[in-house]
């Protein structure tokens, strides 16, 4: 591969800060999803503290999910998952998709938003490797890993940027 950009090397950072300090739910998630689930299913408090972590963590804030999403948001999604039981297959998927072939290509047309706030950034020709039929790209100034949730009206309009070029 060529040299990184500044570009690159700081996304490789952002990517490695993950993997050091805040990868760990998906390694337990990937290993042992039904030990997690029988416990945040049997919990309301461990279910709401294990996702406001999320929350905190995962949305593009200022220090508190509070500037982004409403208690009432949160706490809606948060009973959500508590009164239908899916903190289990949740954390499933995680084990479910360990083994996915990462050397695939996707070679259908391919949108792609980027929101500056998610756990990950990837440089375009990073994608392409993966997705050589990129029709659109993106790159939002706001928004996190929860971006059309945070950012309703502008997950809304590039998805529609996006497909608008297909009528």
Same mark, same amino acid.
């Given at each position: 591969m060529a040299s990184l950009t500044p570009e690159e090397q700081v996304m490789l950072g952002k990517a490695k800060s993950y993997q050091e300090f805040g990868s760990g739910y998906a390694k337990q998630q990937s290993?042992?999803?039904?030990t997690l689930g029988y416990g945040l299913n049997d919990s309301p408090v461990g279910q709401a503290a294990r996702m406001s972590e999320k929350l905190?963590?995962?949305?593009?804030?200022?220090?508190?999910a509070g500037t982004v999403l409403t208690m009432d948001?949160?706490?809606d999604?948060?009973?959500l998952y508590w009164l239908t039981g899916t903190a289990t297959s949740s #954390?499933?998927?995680y084990w479910e998709?360990?083994?996915? %072939?990462?050397s695939a290509k996707v070679e259908l047309p391919t949108g792609i938003t980027q929101f500056s706030g998610d756990l990950f950034d990837s440089s375009r020709r990073w994608v392409e490797r993966a997705y050589p039929q990129i029709c659109y790209w993106s790159e939002s100034q706001i928004?996190?890993?929860? #971006?059309?949730?945070e950012e309703p009206?502008?997950?809304? %309009?590039?998805v529609m940027a996006c497909f608008s070029q297909f009528r």
């Open positions: 290993t042992r999803p039904q905190l963590d995962w949305t593009d804030n200022r220090g508190s948001e949160m706490l999604n948060i009973t #954390a499933r998927f998709n360990v083994e996915v %072939d990462s928004g996190g890993h929860f #971006a059309a949730w009206e502008i997950f809304a %309009d590039e």
